[in-house]
């Protein structure tokens, strides 16, 4: 059973910083992209960040590059995103995830597996 654990979030006022964690069972986690979205209320879930098997290569949406950075320890089958320079529309649950195959990492369907999210709240 693949279950993915996400951890970290909380209440942060603006220009704060937070470190989520996601640590993975159930899978061979170095096989697999792992990938963050956010959902804030009413939204559709949006992409934030995926970061390749071995880690090298990281993708960011626009909104967050230069503030988030992702990265993973395979031994640990933990996956991180370290968010500083927080703002008000950061605010959402964000959400861990874990695709083997995908073409572009930025479409949520294509994930194979999810966690449970974290909430994040900044305040301003």
């Known amino acids: 059973q693949v279950r993915l654990v996400e951890s970290g979030g909380g209440l942060v006022q603006a220009g704060g910083s937070l470190r989520l964690s996601c640590a993975a069972s159930g899978l061979t986690f170095s096989n697999y992209t792992m990938g963050w979205f956010r959902q804030a209320p009413g939204k559709e879930r949006e992409f934030v960040a995926a970061?390749?098997?071995?880690?090298?290569?990281?993708y960011y949406t626009d909104s967050v590059k230069g503030r988030f950075t992702a990265s993973r320890d395979n031994a640990k089958n933990t996956v991180y995103l370290q968010m500083v320079s927080l703002k008000p529309e950061d605010t959402a649950v964000y959400y861990c995830?874990?695709?083997?195959?995908?073409?572009?990492?930025?479409?949520?369907?294509?994930?194979?597996?999810w966690g449970q999210g974290t909430q994040v709240t900044v305040s301003s």
């Open positions: 995830a874990a695709v083997r195959r995908s073409t572009t990492f930025r479409v949520a369907r294509e994930y194979d597996y």
């Open positions: 970061i390749t098997r071995t880690g090298i290569m990281i």
